[in-house]
């Protein structure tokens, strides 16, 4: 069975989701995409508001397999999922967001400027691809989860409350 050493560590539990928690799921990217993109924010606050994007996309990719994380330690449970779930091709790419899930806790502590404007931007990146990379998979293994005619957000789309803005970095 999937995710059975998961399950019984009690570090995941079943969990029904819908088009429209997906849906809300992926807003949460795009605005933390659009967020972290901002460059007169500090590097540690783009570094972690870039780190939720990718978090919250590897959410999404749970959630449609019927699955949320449980308990202590939920951020890299949620990393871990993604590669009983989408295959060794995003090994690497978790093993990464888990590395930045340890930096950003340091960081909290370790007070501001731990985190390098090249970090910043090299996560953000990675973070834009992987959303990319979750809606394609979303659609390809639960297109039921889909709605507005098969498209679950748009990368390219930012927002600034009810304006749209163009495409940014």
Request: with cysteine; proline share 5%.
């Amino acid at each position: 069975m999937p995710y059975e050493r998961l399950l019984r560590e009690g570090r995941i539990r079943r969990h029904r989701t819908n088009p429209q928690e997906i849906a809300r799921l992926f807003q949460v990217v795009e605005r933390d995409l659009a967020d972290a993109a901002i460059t007169a924010l500090s590097a540690d606050r783009r570094f972690a508001t870039a780190y939720n994007a990718a978090l919250q996309a590897a959410t999404v990719v749970m959630y449609s397999e019927g699955y949320r994380a449980h308990g202590i330690g939920h951020h890299s449970t949620t990393f871990e999922f993604l590669k009983e779930a989408m295959g060794p091709d995003v090994n690497a790419l978790a093993g990464y967001f888990d590395d930045c899930r340890r930096k950003r806790n340091r960081a909290d502590y370790a007070g501001a400027g731990y985190i390098s404007v090249t970090e910043a931007e090299d996560l953000l990146r990675e973070a834009r691809e992987f959303a990319a990379q979750a809606q394609a998979w979303i659609q390809t293994h639960h297109p039921e989860l889909q709605e507005n005619e098969g498209q679950l957000w748009s990368p390219t789309v930012r927002r600034c409350g009810s304006r749209i803005l163009p495409p940014g970095p």
